[in-house]
C-alpha cells in the first residue's frame, strides 16, 4: 500500500487484517468505534498471540467530537504475594523474564474492554457482547494460518520458552510451526465465547477467574483469586501538550506515554519548521528530543502513587524550554541506555459520528511469560518481569503497576482533524510515534508514505544487546554518514524491520473524509465502509 485508504462510512487500522475486518464489521452492523475496537482486540489476541493476548494489558484514549478524549488504564497491578521476599526464597536474584514466576501481575485487558464498553453504551452502542466476540471465537475454533513474524519468534524464542507450562502444547504441539500452519485454539476460543455469553466480569469476579486462578498457583504464579476480584480498570483524563499545530493526547503513567509528549514538545522548540523532510535536521533533532525525554523518563515514570511528581509537570512550557536549550543540533549525546523492551499492538478505529479510538493490547515480552492455562488457553503477560527487587521507584510490591512502554496517541488538530495513531515497538514506540505524527502533521506527508517512510530506532530491542542508532538502509546515505559525523553510533539494517515496530494510523478529516495507514512491517490491512 502506497497511498493512504480513504472512506467515509467508517475505518479500524490493525497488524493483523482479519482483526481489522472484525471491527469493519461491526461498524457495518451500526456499532461505534469503541465495539469495533473491543471486537478487534479479541480477534487480534486470538489471530496474533505472539505479539498480545487477553492475558496482558491494554490502554485507551476515546474521542467523542467537541470533547477532549478519555482514558482507559487497564493495567493489573502486582500479585499479593509477589514481594522482593517471595523471589529471594525462590532463590531468585532478579525477577525471571519466562515462566509461572514472570506471570505475576493481574490482566488487565478486559477490565479495560469492560470500561469501554461502558463508553459505548453511553454513546449508544448497542451491539451485544456474544456478537463483539463472535469473529475471535470463530478463529480460534476454526484456526488461523500462522504469520511469518509468528514463526520467525516461535524459532528464535522456544529455548527460553519450551520449559513455560502450556506453552508449547498450545503453539507448537507438532513442532515450530511453518508460514501457512493453521493454529487452532479450542479453549481460548471457548473463554471468549463465555465471555460473550456471561459479560466480561467474568474475568474478574466468575467461573474464568477461577478457573484462571487455580491454573496458575497450581504452576507456581503468585497470582490468586483475590488478585482476580479486586481488579478494576479506571476512566481517567490522559495526558496533553499543545503544539503550534493541536494538542495532542497520550497515556498517564505507569506508561511512557509523557515521554512521547515530550518528544514532540521539545521538537517544536527546536524551531526547525523550515528543515527538510527526513533531512539531518529533522531526523537528528528527535533523535536528539527522545534523549531528553527518555531520561526524565527513567528518572521519574512508575507506578503512579509512588511518583514524586506530576507527569503534566514534565509538559510544563517551563521543563520543555528548559529541556530544549541542552539540545545540540550539531553534536550528538553520548548515549548508552538501558532500553525497555515490548511486544505489542496498536489498533485504531474511527466511526462515521467522528468517534475515534487508539489503543494498545500486550504482554510485555514476544509470547509473554510463555505460561498458557490449559482449561482456559489464555497466555499469561510477563509485564511484572520489569519491575527489580531493590529500592527504587519500580520496586516489587503487592498491587504496584509496573512501568509501561504502551503509550496510545491521539491529536486533535487545529485544521478540524483528529488523528489517531501509534504502534508496537517497546523503546521505540515514542520515536514512531514522533517520525509519523512530524512527518504526516508538520511536513503533510500522506499518512501512508509517514508509515512506511524509513525509521530510526535508538537503544536496544527485541533481545538485541547494542543502544546503537538503528536506520533502515532506505535513508539517504548522505543522512546517514551526516548524523554519523554527528557523534551517532550508527547500525544500518534492513529495509523493512520488525523492530522497527507496526505502526498505524487513521486521520479524520473535517469533511468526514478518513484516511487510513497500515505498516508494511506488520500482517495488517485498512479495513473501511
Not at 483469586?225 to 495532542?248: N, R, W
Amino acid at each position: 500500500m502506497l497511498r493512504s485508504r480513504t472512506a467515509l462510512g467508517g475505518m479500524v487500522t490493525a497488524p493483523h487484517h482479519l482483526a481489522a475486518e472484525a471491527g469493519r464489521d461491526i461498524l457495518r452492523e451500526g456499532g461505534n468505534a469503541v465495539e469495533a475496537m473491543i471486537a478487534a482486540a479479541a480477534t487480534i489476541a486470538v489471530v496474533y498471540p505472539h505479539m498480545n493476548a487477553i492475558g496482558g494489558d491494554g490502554f485507551w484514549l476515546i474521542a467523542e467530537p467537541g470533547k477532549d478524549p478519555v482514558a482507559i488504564r487497564a493495567c493489573g497491578g502486582a500479585a499479593n504475594l509477589a514481594t522482593p521476599d517471595f523471589y529471594r526464597e525462590q532463590g531468585k536474584a532478579a525477577i525471571p523474564a519466562r515462566g509461572p514466576l514472570a506471570a505475576l501481575t493481574v490482566a488487565g485487558a478486559i477490565g479495560g474492554w469492560i470500561k469501554a464498553a461502558e463508553v459505548a453504551a453511553s454513546i449508544g452502542g448497542k451491539i451485544p457482547h456474544s456478537r463483539l466476540m463472535r469473529d475471535a471465537v470463530h478463529h480460534g475454533k476454526t484456526g488461523v494460518p500462522v504469520t511469518k513474524s509468528q514463526v520467525g519468534l516461535t524459532t528464535t524464542k522456544m529455548a527460553e520458552l519450551q520449559d513455560s507450562p502450556g506453552y508449547v502444547d498450545t503453539y507448537a504441539a507438532n513442532g515450530i510451526p511453518a508460514i501457512g500452519d493453521v493454529l487452532k485454539q479450542p479453549a481460548l476460543a471457548a473463554t471468549l465465547e463465555q465471555l460473550g455469553r456471561v459479560g466480561f466480569d467474568d474475568f474478574y469476579r466468575g467461573d474464568i477467574a477461577r478457573t484462571n486462578a487455580r491454573g496458575l498457583e497450581a504452576v507456581g504464579s503468585p497470582l490468586r483469586l483475590t488478585d482476580f476480584e479486586a481488579y478494576h480498570a479506571k476512566i481517567m483524563t490522559p495526558l496533553s501538550v499543545k503544539l503550534s499545530t493541536g494538542t495532542v493526547f497520550n497515556m498517564v503513567p505507569p506508561t511512557q506515554g509523557v515521554a512521547s509528549l515530550m518528544i514532540l514538545g521539545l521538537f517544536e522548540r527546536l524551531g526547525l519548521s523550515g528543515a527538510t523532510l527526513d533531512g539531518f535536521d529533522h531526523v537528528h533533532g528527535l533523535i536528539e528530543a527522545t534523549k531528553r525525554a527518555f531520561l526524565k523518563r527513567d528518572a521519574h515514570v512508575g507506578d503512579p502513587d509512588r511518583m514524586s511528581i506530576d507527569p503534566m509537570s514534565l509538559l510544563s512550557d517551563e521543563m520543555l524550554d528548559h529541556e530544549a536549550a541542552k539540545i545540540d543540533m550539531k553534536t550528538a549525546l553520548p548515549w548508552p541506555h538501558v532500553a525497555k523492551p515490548g511486544d505489542t499492538i496498536w489498533m485504531g478505529a474511527v466511526d462515521a459520528n467522528g468517534v475515534a479510538v487508539s489503543y494498545i493490547q500486550s504482554i510485555f515480552w514476544e509470547f509473554g511469560s510463555g505460561v498458557v492455562v490449559p482449561e482456559t488457553g489464555v497466555l499469561w503477560q510477563n509485564r511484572g518481569a520489569s519491575f527489580t527487587l531493590h529500592d527504587g521507584p519500580n520496586q516489587l510490591g503487592p498491587g504496584r503497576l509496573p512501568f509501561h512502554t504502551l503509550n496510545p496517541a491521539l491529536a486533535k488538530l487545529n485544521d478540524g482533524s483528529v488523528l489517531t495513531y501509534g504502534t508496537m515497538g517497546g523503546e521505540g514506540q515514542p520515536q514512531t510515534q514522533s517520525a509519523v505524527f512530524t512527518r504526516n502533521v508538520i511536513y503533510g506527508q500522506d499518512l501512508q508514505e509517514a508509515v512506511s517512510a524509513p525509521r530510526w530506532l535508538l537503544g536496544k530491542t527485541w533481545g538485541e544487546d547494542t543502544t546503537t542508532l538503528k536506520l533502515e538502509n532506505r535513508f539517504d546515505p548522505a543522512l546517514i554518514e551526516q548524523l554519523k559525523t554527528a557523534g551517532h553510533t550508527v547500525e544500518v539494517v534492513g529495509p523493512y524491520e520488525d523492530m522497527m515496530g507496526h505502526a498505524g494510523g487513521i486521520r479524520l478529516r473535517p469533511n468526514g473524509v478518513m484516511e487510513g495507514a497500515t505498516d508494511p512491517r506488520a500482517d495488517g490491512s485498512v479495513a473501511a465502509l
